[in-house]
């Protein structure tokens, strides 16, 4: 009777183990692909960010060639503007980039309390 009680005991625990395992590992693939998601997300942002900046840039220093009659003072004033927004980057780096990125980082690998009910 009481071989039988732990015999049961033990079954169950495999049971809940296996169970635990199985949910450890759906949440884990869960915040891999979120985080993948995340980090392309980023890079296709970022290179569509260069490729407006490059055009916009281009398109600037085409202005200043035709307003100044010189090619010259308009890349002058475009290395210009491009050292003041490295500057400005290089300034709020973490506010712009670091924090943000922390932040949804931090929400996919720990609990989202709004998402989850409380345990027991």
């Given at each position: 009777?009481?071989?039988?009680?732990y015999?049961?005991?033990w079954?169950?625990?495999?049971?809940?183990?296996?169970l635990?395992?199985d949910?450890?590992?759906?949440?884990?693939?869960?915040k891999?692909?979120?985080?993948?998601?995340?980090?392309l997300?980023?890079?296709?942002?970022?290179?569509?960010?260069?490729?407006i900046f490059?055009?916009?840039?281009?398109?600037?220093?085409?202005?200043l060639?035709?307003?100044?009659?010189?090619?010259i003072?308009?890349?002058?004033?475009?290395?210009?503007?491009h050292?003041?927004?490295?500057?400005?980057?290089?300034?709020?780096?973490?506010?712009?980039?670091?924090?943000?990125?922390l932040?949804?980082?931090?929400?996919?690998l720990f609990?989202?309390?709004e998402?989850?009910?409380?345990?027991?």
């Amino acid at each position: 009777m009481l071989k039988d009680s732990y015999q049961k005991v033990w079954e169950e625990s495999k049971k809940y183990l296996e169970l635990r395992y199985d949910l450890l590992r759906v949440e884990l693939l869960e915040k891999t692909s979120r985080i993948c998601a995340l980090l392309l997300m980023a890079i296709v942002a970022l290179l569509l960010g260069v490729l407006i900046f490059t055009y916009l840039s281009a398109l600037l220093l085409v202005w200043l060639d035709a307003l100044f009659g010189s090619f010259i003072p308009g890349l002058c004033i475009v290395i210009g503007v491009h050292l003041v927004l490295l500057a400005c980057v290089f300034a709020f780096k973490n506010q712009w980039f670091i924090n943000p990125l922390l932040r949804q980082f931090s929400k996919i690998l720990f609990n989202d309390t709004e998402n989850k009910e409380p345990q027991p």
